[in-house]
């Protein structure tokens, strides 16, 4: 599983050690977020509508992946269109990943110390996008 994934598990990821590094002019080369679509369902009817309201909220602040928001999204649809419906709810992810992840690749090969320059020069280049959540 982690051969494919290019970040590594999200423990590593998961802190808020540094300011905001979001995709710009100077900061080129990131990947787009895996997240495309952020409102599923019944987008056109009204709040009054529907009998619920759910909000599922954090209880830290942490760097939540693209890759875990679209997973999110793509569970939480396929539980309500099986149990409620295609038209009997609207979901929307409110968090956006604009947070760009960077990552100082270190090879751990025979004869990577002729290879890698170690920590001089480690800032890292992109490799993906998360979005950055508050506590609630």
């Known amino acids: 599983f982690l051969k494919f994934f290019p970040l590594g598990p999200a423990r590593c990821y998961r802190q808020i050690k540094n300011k905001p590094y979001p995709k710009s002019r100077y900061c080129r080369g990131v990947p787009d977020p895996k997240i495309r679509i952020y409102d599923v369902g019944m987008k056109k009817k009204g709040v009054d509508e529907f009998p619920f309201c759910v909000h599922l909220v954090s209880w830290e602040k942490e760097n ?3 890759e ?3 997973a999110a999204r793509i569970a939480c649809n396929k539980y309500m269109a099986k149990y409620a419906g295609k ?4 979901l929307r992810v409110r968090v956006h990943p604009f947070h760009v992840l960077r990552i100082n690749k270190m090879l751990s090969c025979a004869g990577a110390d002729r290879l890698q320059t170690g ?3 480690a800032f890292g280049k992109p490799q993906g996008t998360c979005a950055r959540v508050n506590i609630g």
Do not use: P, Y
Request: glycine share 8%; hydrophobic share 45%.
């Open 87 to 90: 038209d009997a709810f609207h």
């Open 119 to 121: 920590m001089k020069g």
């Open 64 to 66: 939540v992946s693209s």
């Open 68 to 70: 875990a928001l679209e």
